[in-house]
């Protein structure tokens, strides 16, 4: 009868083991694994990998090499014939877009965007973005009274990894959340809006079950009749299915009026039905659907009024662990929220016209069911802003005992500014009471490590012959995604961009090689971080920095020849730029043309 082996395998099963000491053990991947390898497991990476890959100090030294090299190229107006345009002393005009932050709503500011291209190996289109969203004479957001950052005294803030600050605040605030905002020189990204009893100004909730929200416009049929569209196509209103209904005002805020809320175990749930008439809204032709909303007006316009009216329906879930460490031992409850808000707020994008009804005189469109939000106001006068503590940097002039050591450039040419990114708002002094806040100019970036996406299009054969359609191999939700309540919009959009970024990388102040190289080249200078990498990866970075450098070239021409292909990733930057949430961007990237 065998010997039992208790678990342990054969006796046998050690013999053979290697002697040799000229020769070390291979090295495994960066981390430990667990034992079951079935489908949820995660890789854990070691303290020191973590450090490793944490650090800033990598990303800040290749961005200031693309800035050296001149690996960039900024996007220039170009006439019909593609020549760049100049001015009147021979210098070249920048391409600049206006736009407008939360358009149609009385808080709109005025914004331009320029942009500047970078050449990758690793983008379909052999191409990486640039957006610098600079602010056209920003409101004022508020002052400052007090800052909440004492770390013995407001330790549960830290916890929760806020620093809150309270002062007379402007209601366009409520909109901001995840914007950075700035005092001249602090800069730091809000994460929430309270009252001056410390609670939140905002709720928001998505559409729940998906696509069920809708939107009916109804217009006056004479007027429906009378188009050129309608005459053209044998007087059949009914040819206007499938193209695109606007409402002008499509941000709209009401107070709360016929709201349902209930409530389940970790969410409670709102049922509304909006209403609103005397609006301005258009009929567009779908076949060359802009990138952004900014140039809506651009699209072909078959049909306009003054007339119209419209109701809303939808279904709109919010979570409860978001809020309920805000009522300390109340359970939050709809009802509890009922009391707390006084108005409603929500957006109509433009939409795909799914079918009309000629009722009297009138003709009902209705829109493809889609997924909307639902925001909830209260007032936050006097309130609390709560800010993200690892999102705090500092600007000033980059001098040193007030001599700055730049070469003097042209008549005109701006000052060097130096941005510190390791600041502690628990030991250093941010957000100077009395200031004045205003919204912040940003850099957003369409590559992977600025925007935690991966931006996809389909590719053709090469000259070579090669084939890599990798579209067909985008990856789906994993295990260490957002919830699908979170990531509600985006997983729509999956089959062109896919995310991976979680909360605290949204919050936080967000920095690649392509935009510290930008920034740069705007006479800001990025402060050297301190937290330098292990002399191992030191090491390793050089070498590979120096065959990514000597690549340039060969980027360049590929990306040059991929120019044309697509404006996906330019996209994805504007629509990170205007600070879209991710149902309106999931929007953007599935409705344009590229």
Known sequence: MPRKQNGFGKSK?????????????????????PSDRRYGSSVHRSVIEKYDLDSTWAKWRRGLEYYYQGSWEKLYERDTDNKIVVDSDGDPVTQEITSKLYQGTPEEMDVKFTSFRYPTKRADTRNHYVVKRANVNPPNLGTISEVLNDPDVDSDNRAYGEVWIQGSFNSALRRMVNERITDGETEATITNVLTANKRPAIYVGKSYPQNTTTLTVSVPLSEVLATTHVINNNNNVQSLVGEIGYLKDFFVEQSLSNEVFSDDAYDFQVSAEHTGSSQEFEILDRTDLPPSLYDIAALPKLYDTTNASFTLNGNYKFLKEQYQRFFGKQYLTGDVVETEVST????????????????????????????????LYASNANGYLTIADHSFTKTVLDEYDSVSYHKLGAVGAPSWYRKDTDVDPWMDEVFTSGNQLKPADVYCCSCPDYSKSQIRMPETQGADGAVANRQARYPLPTVMSESDFLALGLNQAAGIVQSWEDRRHRLGFKMCKHTIATMFMDSLKIKEPNSYPTVEVRKAFEEKLEADIKENNAQNIASIERLGITTVELVYALAAGLNLDDIETAYVMLNSNY
């Not at 099963?13 to 694994?33: D, I, L, M």
């Not at 433009?350 to 829109?367: A, D, K, M, R, Y």
């Open 344 to 375: 409603v707020a929500f957006s109509v994008m433009p939409f795909t016209i799914n079918s009309l009804l000629i009722v009297g005189n009138q003709v009902e469109i209705t829109s493809i069911p889609f997924d909307g939000t639902l925001t």
């Open 13 to 33: 099963a050690f013999n053979g083991v290697s002697t040799r000491v000229n020769k070390s053990a291979k090295k495994s991947a960066a981390g430990t694994y």
